[in-house]
């Protein structure tokens, strides 16, 4: 019986897997069907998402002695006023405000949904290899941790919606970001077309 079940769960287990796999896929297809119709409607790049969410700087450290590079978590949470337009997230000290601290560009970056547990909050996570900050344009790889700036009066469900809306529309525009360069190196003759 022991066996039996154990064979259960994982079969259980790889069935989860292929649901939530169809699932992504399916948002996937959901996004793209969006993305071509918002794209020959305007055919510019627009404003998908703004509001405020909370950053926390995460930082590489190593010594000379010892070379090994370890994550730290850098201090407290820092409110920024954000705006996905394009193919970037620009951030802003506050809304209104004429000139952006900084942005990440979303070619080839990922953005993925951190475990409530890891920072006690509803989070997510954007990965990216070109940012710029200050008016320097860093090419480098660099995590970037945002959360829900929503304040303790709203729900866990209102929170984890507010994080979910972010990072459904961060892959929205990292996806019709890569779509686009493809389209572009096809027509430049850099990529076969299909």
């Known amino acids: 019986k022991h066996l039996q079940r154990m064979m259960l769960q994982g079969q259980t287990q790889e069935l989860l897997n292929r649901v939530k796999k169809y ?3 399916l948002d996937v297809k959901q996004r793209m069907a969006y993305m071509h119709k918002a794209q020959a409607a305007i055919g510019v790049d627009i404003e998908l998402k703004k509001g405020t969410l909370s950053i926390r700087k995460v ?7 010892q070379p090994i590079k370890r994550i730290v978590e ?10 996905i337009k394009g193919p970037k997230l620009y951030m802003y000290r506050k809304e209104g405000d004429e000139n952006y601290t900084q942005f990440i560009d979303l070619l080839d970056g990922e953005t993925e949904l951190e475990p409530f547990e890891v920072y006690d909050r509803h989070a997510f996570r954007v990965e990216a290899k070109r940012f710029e900050k200050s008016g320097e344009l860093v090419n480098q790889q660099r995590p970037f941790i945002f959360a ?5 009066k ?17 892959k ?3 996806e019709h970001t890569r779509m686009k360069n493809k389209t572009s190196a096809r027509k430049l003759g850099i990529l076969p077309t299909v």
């Open 59 to 65: 930082e590489e450290t190593h010594t000379f002695l």
């Open 148 to 152: 829900s700036a929503l304040s303790d």
């Open 74 to 83: 850098g201090g407290d949470w820092k409110e920024r006023f954000c705006v």
């Open 23 to 25: 699932q992504g896929e």
């Open 154 to 170: 709203h729900s866990q469900e209102q929170l984890k919606r507010d994080v979910d809306g972010w990072h459904y529309m961060l």
């Open 172 to 174: 929205f525009a990292i």
